[in-house]
């Protein structure tokens, strides 16, 4: 039997009517193919307008629905209800735009009424190429992983924990932590940096809704939104954490040497201790040592054992291995951070060869009062220095490394001059090429590094060397700039150099983001929902995105964000379903030649390709319906459900062919 | 009687068609010419449709889409740029002057946009004068049908239907 | 008992002749299944007693060329009249083919350029072929030259297409086999060739794709593993029905869409302009200009073989 | 120099950024962000009346003559260390080229020694095809240096004593596919 | 390996010794070096200040000349090298200009399609010949001896690719292969003002006697170059750095090529030493000698 279409003109009172010439309409309407019958009402999204329609689909007269109303943002879904009550697949129906699109914005009656004649012939042969389509819902796990456990991380899990949500924490390295561990004191007010974050490591190691997993990584995360199904890497750590009470007896008679502790300085900074068993710094989370096989003499050489013997608690186990967890999320939030950019690549800065010339985050070790110098800022020969150049920007702002800002090294250059002041008698050179200080707070903080005679200068360092030129520059490290202000070019010999290292993507981050199906931008960030109004969102529902794993921030930034992303997943988790777009795309596998040329294109990575078949196939979960890959495949082997090139190609000659 | 031109729109859902729905809430009024067919995103529009709709009868086809950078499906719009350029670049072959087919980016709050972009692409139009692609075709055909004594009947007929 | 057959070429090479004849040893078989009732390029027959068969008494007729004259026509609508079977041979006859170029043109641009401009000819008085004229004996004509070159579909109703510039010759002894072995599929169908593109049986190792230049083949050594497409090369693999064996490829050169667009597709060369379209790799308006240039015509090249069976058919005057 | 006084817009030459980056990659320069580093890393710029820099902040701000008329592009020594240290990949060095050109093709070339030695290099090779110092020196000499010329003598004698001198020079064989291809380029015009 | 040799019209003049020292170690090194017939100055600095196109031009046709050889064009002067990858690398990168060289080089019966590759000795010598080979062929290994690498600024720059625009490391490679210390030298690849000793020689002078100050002050016993306008800056000149700066500077500037020779054992007179400015001091010929 041929598809048998109701159409229905709405009124709209005299919206619509007012304009269009209803009767004619309607006998036009009757005429077309596949019509089975026409009816106009003065609402037609009233209750008695919609029983019209479920009225005629119940009796069986019609099985496709039409209505020429309003736009289908206004009431597609009302009518497609309509259709579901009267056991109709609500895809079976389609809606013409006769109001905002034709009524409201066309003076003369009798063109309006033209193109309402040539808008509805169009959907009338749409609707006759229409297909059921199934609706679907999954349900939400509740329970949520995060991957990374800096202050983002941290602060993410225990939002939800609070809420009473279970969560994952998988971290990278034996604490978590991550960059605010190694900090002493935080811009702009500067608090001390353990002092707010010790208390919340120490929660995530107690809190009952928390599976913390340190040194541990993510190794594959398979399905969608609701029903991700994660598999985690558990490093040996050849210690049982189960037994090991944190005593600190092994570290403190280790004989290897995971850093240095002869040689200068600065060559042995670190904050835990600098054994082949060690904590990353003191205060980690979980107080579970690690051991480092690179440099531990057992593993390298066979002998050695004595942390073993001298653990009373026998948590020693060299035969450990990595071992493997399964378990289901429903939702993922990734707040993997940063790792520093390393300024060796820039010669000129002589980092690596020059001694004295450090990047911003050994600067923090030395000045953390548990580090190795115990606070103390010192030159590589242990005296400390007269005079410290700060130099902002290196590796960001510059098309040969970074693009981009990192935004928050001018205001830690500004807590660097701070601390410098405070603890030393230094001269203290800020060179800078913008001060960017936005924040709440940061320009006050601005204000009170001038006070404290910080000499400022605006010019990007041209080059750090130790060529001399006169006896007063003797065993320095000689900065040529331009002070761009005066106009001069100056060289000023330094005593030390602290580069402002670029904030950079986390190693690993592409990895992470291909297995979530996000994508990451031209700087290597992940590329978020909407840069204003989705700032946590990605484009793959369920996975999230805080701290600086979305883009450099400081640490109010993203706790900010931490907060918004939990909030956001605990919207999710509360709906308990969701439903998925129905009208997605789909690859006919026989129509497949596996050219890949529709690969590349999906915004959600949604196409995979099959190398055992040799085509190409679509995860419906995560396609959204675009249907860019469709109009791209050359064998037209992709469908968009719902938008096919039948229908499309109908509502063509439908608007065309009509009068 | 003035030509009017018949004008096929392809509009994202999104941004383009609700931009177009902007200016009938503001009740903006615009040329009568244009009929819209909504995709969800112009990344869905196959140059196909556009030069179907040429073969059909439109004397001109627009393209809108989000902004770069605004696309609900993140990067549609920018694979809708590269298809309609190159698009463009041939239909000086197919005899057929680039203008009547047209990109412009619409966004949701841009009804006032969407109607200036319309009675300007009418007035493009109005001016190129009527295209009648099917028709041309078959006229420039026309004399190449011959009717065979031997044969009788033939099949050229296909130009009656246009 | 064996099938009566007619063979006929309209605008056409010579090739898809060739390529019947090329079967070889196979060509026996056909001779065993089939008895032959016109073959101009073989054999000497007469039209007229084609003329004087029954309708439908040829079991079928294989017509191979496009329709660019009368004579093509004609002798197709007889054909048509006299056969059960009409099959399309080579991609002429299913496409147009690269007679098929001609739409780009008018026929007097064209009879102008063959026989006044072109480089080899010397023609000082312009004369160009008159389609009648008197001499003694009586009126002598010539058949009329079209404007329009067109698809044998587009003049009689064709039941098969045997598609391939020239088609494969094994190929079309399979086709002529599903005749006498009785399997043909339902009308309209593509014979003789696969159902998926051509990348499917294509030996080179395909990869994502995204392009920021084009090359041509002439320009640069390809590399032999990898898809053409992906090294800038313009390869119409993708949009093109596989069943040629990927001889192109194998000999080297990308793809040139011989065999036609798959099932569905109602334009070939405007679906190639869209997938190569969709995986370039820049956004910026410039820079996509940029890359633009690098396609050389890329119209014809993209309508190498299927003007005249695309949506817009010709060039409008 | 600068005169210290209110500078009045109509002075400006704006179109003066729009001449500079008709060069290839010349559009760059209106990226610079006035960082420096070309300044900081110049092995001349402590001598040059406007550090690269600044020259930069000149020619977008429209100050044609004080670019033109300063030392600064025939101090540039075309060492190139700016163009690879620049953050913004602005090609400095081929900005100070198309500088002295506009220079000289203004006029702006009074006082400026290495124009003379450019202009008569140029010359010799259009001449020869290749260059000779020897004869390139006593052009530049008599025409730049004359109460100078005592300075050259020294150098000049100790390369002539080491044999490191030519007295003749050296033309290539085809020189006049060499012309014939310069008789070209002045045709097309200079880009 | 054989290559095309386009030695530029110092190497020729001034450079002699160069030559002298490339045509000795070359043979022993296996280089075939075959001089580009007929070439054409590359245009240096000089052209490039005046003429553009016409740089570009001149440049090009060497360029064009060498092409039907199919083999890369080799060039011992740093300024040349710079000037023929820099005309190679718009030539490929800006269309226009390419069309315009393209029409030029046409009228003088040419043609040029971008496949040549420029690269300087040291390149070779370093990538193609290699420090091991080259410490194979020792003969008098030059223990003792403190060089002060000093490659100047056109080598390197604008990013030609095979060694690091701020500090180079392929010359310090080479001088440790012959058995003699590459000093710490910061100034490696700081400009010697070239070209401007002609126009503005106080400041080419001042910035000699840094370079010279620098090498000294590392403890060096002579500078090693591989670019005729440096050698001859650094060389001839050194006597009026002296008396400009006040300083008594007396240290022999030599070719990287002229190094490699004395250590292949080669007589002093086949490497034109006898022709540098400021002549071997004793230190120095005390090290030689007794290698
Ligand atoms: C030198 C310096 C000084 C700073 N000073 C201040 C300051 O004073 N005030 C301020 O507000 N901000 C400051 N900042 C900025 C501050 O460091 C960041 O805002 C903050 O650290 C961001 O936290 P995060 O959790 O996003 O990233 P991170 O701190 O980098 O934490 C990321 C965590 O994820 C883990 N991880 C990474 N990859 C994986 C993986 N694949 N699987 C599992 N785990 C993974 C890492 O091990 C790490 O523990 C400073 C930054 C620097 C560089
Ligand atoms: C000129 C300008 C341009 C800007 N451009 C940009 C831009 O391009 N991009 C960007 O990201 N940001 C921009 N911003 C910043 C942006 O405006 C703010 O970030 C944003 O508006 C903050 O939103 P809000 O809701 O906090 O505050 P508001 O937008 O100020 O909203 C506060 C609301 O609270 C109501 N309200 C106030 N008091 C009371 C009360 N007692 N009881 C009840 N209601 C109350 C107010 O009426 C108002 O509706 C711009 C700001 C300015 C000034
Ligand atoms: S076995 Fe390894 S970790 Fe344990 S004490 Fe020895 S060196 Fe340290
Ligand atoms: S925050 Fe400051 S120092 Fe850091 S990149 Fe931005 S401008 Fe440079
Ligand atoms: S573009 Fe089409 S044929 Fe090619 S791989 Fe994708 S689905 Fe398959
Ligand atoms: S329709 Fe869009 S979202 Fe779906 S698979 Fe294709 S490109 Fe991806
Ligand atoms: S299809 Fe090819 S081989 Fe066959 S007739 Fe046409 S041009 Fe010749
Ligand atoms: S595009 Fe061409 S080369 Fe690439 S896989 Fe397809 S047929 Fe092979
Ligand atoms: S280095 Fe580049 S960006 Fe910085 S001031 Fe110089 S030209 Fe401008
Ligand atoms: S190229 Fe010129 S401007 Fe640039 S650093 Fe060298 S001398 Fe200075």
């Keep these: 039997m041929p598809e048998r279409v109701g159409v229905y003109i709405c009124h709209c009172g005299s919206n619509i009517a007012g304009k269009i010439d209803i009767e004619k309409l309607a006998g036009f309407a009757e005429k077309l193919d596949n019509v089975a019958l026409v009816r106009d009402y003065k609402f037609m999204c009233s209750d008695p307008g919609q029983n019209l329609i479920q009225s005629d689909l119940e009796a069986g007269l019609i099985d496709r629905v039409v209505v020429a109303s309003c736009s289908p943002l206004m009431h597609e879904n009302t009518f497609r209800k309509v259709c579901e009550r009267s056991g109709v697949n609500p895809y079976l129906f389609t809606m013409t735009n006769i109001r905002e699109q034709c009524s409201w914005v066309h003076i003369d009656e009798a063109s309006s009424t033209e193109k309402a004649m040539d808008l509805l012939a169009a959907s009338v042969r749409r609707a006759v190429y229409l297909e059921p389509l199934e609706k679907r819902e999954v349900a939400i796990n509740p329970r949520t992983l995060v991957i990374g456990g800096g202050i983002a991380g941290i602060q993410a899990a225990l939002d939800l924990a609070e809420a009473g949500k279970e969560v994952v924490l998988v971290e990278r390295e034996p604490s978590i932590g991550g960059h605010m561990a190694k900090f002493d004191k935080t811009f702009p007010t500067l608090d001390c940096a353990a002092c707010i974050l010790t208390p919340r490591m120490v929660q995530i190691g107690q809190h009952a809704n928390i599976h913390l997993m340190s040194y541990a990584e993510v190794e594959e995360i398979n399905g969608y939104v609701g029903n991700f199904n994660i598999k985690v890497r558990q490093k040996a750590r050849y210690v049982d954490a189960d037994l090991c009470n944190g005593c600190g007896m092994c570290w403190e008679k280790c004989p290897g040497t995971r850093v240095p502790r002869k040689g200068n300085v600065h060559e042995k900074l670190s904050l835990g201790p600098t054994s082949s068993i060690y904590m990353p710094f003191m205060q980690a989370i979980p107080a579970i040592p690690v051991i480092d096989r690179e440099s531990c003499l057992y593993f390298q050489k066979g002998k050695c054992r004595i942390c073993e013997q001298v653990c009373e608690r026998n948590a020693i186990n060299y035969d450990m291995e990595d071992s493997f967890e399964e378990f289901e999320v429903g939702n993922i939030i990734i707040a993997t951070g940063f790792q520093p950019f390393d300024p060796s690549v820039i010669k000129r800065y002589g980092y690596g060869t020059l001694p004295n010339v450090l990047t911003s985050v050994e600067f923090e070790i030395m000045n953390c009062a548990s580090g190795s110098t115990g606070g103390k800022i010192l030159k590589a020969d242990g005296t400390e220095p007269k005079s410290i150049g700060i130099v902002h920007c290196v590796g960001s702002r510059d098309k040969h490394y970074h693009e981009y800002c990192s935004r928050v090294c001018c205001m830690y250059a500004l807590k660097f001059a701070h601390l410098i002041k405070e603890k030393t008698d230094a001269e203290v050179y800020n060179f800078y090429i913008d001060l960017r200080c936005f924040g709440k707070g940061y320009e006050e903080f601005y204000d009170r590094l001038l006070g404290e005679d910080v000499r400022f200068i605006r010019g990007k360092v041209g080059e750090i060397s130790r060529w001399v030129a006169e006896e007063d520059e003797k065993d320095q490290l000689i900065v040529r700039v331009e002070d761009t202000l005066v106009g001069a070019v100056r060289r000023i010999p330094l005593d030390m150099v602290v580069l402002c290292t670029a904030l950079e993507k986390q190693d690993g981050l592409d990895r992470v983001a291909k297995m979530c199906s996000v994508s990451v931008g031209k700087d290597g960030f992940i590329i978020e929902k909407h840069p204003k109004l989705g700032p946590v969102s990605t484009a793959t529902d369920g996975v999230f995105i805080v701290g600086v794993a979305q883009s450099p921030k400081d640490i109010p930034d993203t706790v900010a964000q931490a907060s918004a992303a939990s909030s956001a997943v605990l919207s999710m988790i509360t709906r308990e379903k969701i439903e998925i777009e129905a009208a997605t795309a789909e690859i006919i596998e026989e129509k497949c030649s596996g050219c890949r040329i529709c690969n590349n294109l999906c915004p959600y990575l949604a196409i995979n390709f099959d190398e055992e078949k040799k085509v190409s196939i679509i995860n419906e979960a995560l396609c959204k319906g675009c249907g860019t890959c469709v109009a791209a495949c050359p064998s037209n082997a992709i469908t968009a459900k719902h938008f096919n090139d039948k229908q499309i190609f109908a509502e063509i000659e439908g608007l065309l062919s009509a009068r | 009687m003035e030509f009017e031109p018949k004008l096929v729109g392809f509009l994202c859902n999104w941004c383009s068609y609700t931009g177009a729905d902007l200016a009938g809430t503001a009740r903006i009024s615009y040329a009568p010419n244009l009929r819209a067919i909504r995709v969800m995103c112009s990344g869905r529009i196959d140059p196909t449709f556009i030069i179907k709709a040429l073969y059909e009868g439109a004397d001109g086809v627009l393209i809108a889409g989000c902004h770069p950078g605004d696309c609900h499906y993140q990067e549609g719009n920018y694979k809708a740029l590269r298809r309609y350029k190159l698009l463009k670049r041939i239909l000086p072959e197919y005899g057929v002057e680039p203008e009547r087919v047209h990109l412009e980016w619409v966004a949701a709050s841009e009804g006032e946009k969407f109607a200036k972009v319309v009675n300007e692409f009418t007035d493009k139009i109005k001016k190129l004068g009527p295209l009648n692609m099917k028709q041309s075709i078959f006229d420039s055909m026309k004399e190449d049908i011959v009717v065979h004594e031997s044969a009788g009947e033939e099949k050229g007929g296909e130009a009656d239907e246009a | ?317 | ?191 | ?291």
């Design chain 5, 1 to 291: 390996m054989k290559y095309t040799y386009y030695p530029g019209c110092s190497v020729k003049a001034t450079a002699n010794l160069y030559q002298e020292s490339i045509d000795a170690i070359s043979p022993i090194l296996g280089l075939e070096l075959e001089e580009l017939e007929d070439w054409n100055c590359c245009g240096a600095t000089a052209y490039m200040s005046v003429k553009e196109l016409m740089s570009f031009a001149i440049s090009a046709r060497n360029l064009a000349l060498a092409e039907p050889f199919h083999r890369d064009v080799v060039t011992p002067c740093s300024a040349c090298y710079l000037v023929l990858n820099k005309t190679n690398q718009y030539f490929t990168e800006y269309p226009d200009l390419r069309k315009k060289l393209g029409q030029a080089l046409e009228a003088g019966g040419l043609s040029y399609s971008g496949n040549i590759r420029v690269r300087h000795i040291l390149d070779v010598l370093f990538n193609d010949v290699g420090p091991e080979k080259i410490s194979s062929l020792v003969k008098k290994r030059l223990d003792g001896l403190r060089v002060a690498p000093y490659y100047g600024c056109q080598i390197v720059r604008p990013e030609m690719g095979f060694d690091d625009p701020d500090d180079p490391q392929s010359m310090d490679r080479l001088i440790e292969s012959l058995g003699a210390t590459s000093v710490e030298y910061p100034l490696k690849t700081k400009c010697c003002g070239a070209s401007l000793m002609g126009t503005e020689e106080d400041l080419a002078l001042r910035l000699c006697c840094e370079l010279l100050t620098g090498a000294e002050s590392a403890g060096a016993h002579c500078i090693v170059t591989l670019c005729p306008l440096c050698q001859m800056n650094l060389d001839v000149y050194q006597s009026k750095v002296n008396r400009l700066c006040r300083m008594k500077h007396n240290i022999p500037v030599l070719y990287i090529t002229q190094l490699i020779g004395i250590a292949l054992g080669l007589p002093s007179k086949d490497l034109g030493l006898d022709k540098l400015a400021v002549k071997l001091t004793k230190p120095v010929k005390e090290i030689l000698q007794g290698a």
């Design chain 3, 1 to 317: 008992m064996k099938l009566k057959v007619g063979i006929y070429w309209g605008a056409a090479c010579g090739g898809c002749d060739v390529a019947i004849l090329d079967t070889h040893e196979k060509l026996l078989d056909i001779a065993a299944k089939m008895d032959i009732y016109l073959w101009p390029i073989a054999l000497d027959f007469k039209y007229d007693d084609v003329k004087k068969m029954e309708d439908g008494y040829l079991d079928a007729a294989i017509y191979s060329g496009a329709i660019r004259n009368s004579e093509n026509e004609e002798i197709a609508i007889l054909l048509r009249k006299k056969s059960k079977v009409m099959i399309a041979l080579g991609a002429c006859a299913h496409l147009g083919g690269i007679p098929g170029l001609a739409n780009f043109y008018t026929r007097d641009e064209m009879l102008k350029r063959i026989y006044i401009d072109s480089e080899s000819t010397i023609n000082e008085e312009g004369v160009i072929p008159l389609e009648s004229w008197n001499v003694k004996e009586g009126e002598l004509d010539l058949p009329r030259f079209y404007n329009t070159v067109k698809t044998l579909d587009q003049v009689v109703d064709v039941e098969y297409y045997i598609p391939g510039c020239p088609p494969v010759p094994l190929q079309i002894y399979s086709a002529l086999s599903l005749i006498w072995d009785d399997m043909l599929p339902p009308v309209g169908s593509v014979i003789g060739a696969g159902d998926k593109a051509l990348c499917e049986s294509c030996p080179r190792v395909k990869e994502e794709k995204t392009i920021s230049e084009f090359k041509r083949i002439q320009q640069v050594l390809p590399d032999p593993e990898k898809c053409f497409l992906e090294q800038g090369l313009v390869c119409l693999g993708a949009a093109t029905r596989s069943g040629c064996g990927a001889r192109c490829i194998k000999s080297g050169v990308p793809c040139r869409g011989c065999y036609g667009p798959l099932d569905d597709v109602p334009d070939l060369g405007i679906k190639m302009l869209s997938a190569i379209a969709s995986v370039l790799e820049p956004k910026e308006e410039k820079e996509i200009d940029d890359v633009l240039d690098t396609i050389v015509d890329p119209l014809r090249t993209f309508h190498r073989f299927s003007m005249p069976a695309s949506i817009l058919r010709r060039k409008k005057e």
């Design chain 4, 1 to 191: 120099m600068l005169k210290k006084e209110i500078v009045y817009e109509s002075t400006l030459d704006h179109d003066f950024l729009e001449e500079i980056y008709s060069l290839p990659g010349g559009h760059e320069i209106k990226k610079c962000i006035q960082c420096g580093t070309c300044s900081g890393s110049c092995p001349t710029s402590h001598v040059m009346d406007h550090a690269p820099r600044k020259i930069f902040s000149l020619i977008r701000a429209g100050f044609r003559e004080e670019v033109l008329d300063s030392n600064t592009i025939w101090f540039c020594s075309s060492c190139y260390t700016c163009s690879v240290r620049c953050p913004k990949e602005i090609k400095i060095t081929d900005v100070m080229y198309a500088l002295k050109r506009l220079a000289i093709k203004e006029g702006k070339t009074k006082g400026k020694k290495a124009v003379v030695l450019s202009k008569n290099f140029v010359k010799l090779v259009n001449k020869y095809g290749r260059n000779h110092e020897t004869e390139l020196m006593t052009r530049y000499i008599i025409q730049a240096e004359l109460f100078n010329a005592f300075k050259f003598i020294p150098q000049g004698w100790k390369l002539f004593s080491k044999g490191r001198l030519p007295l003749f020079p050296h033309k290539i064989k085809n020189i006049d596919q060499l012309r014939k291809i310069l008789k070209k380029v002045d045709e097309l015009g200079e880009i």
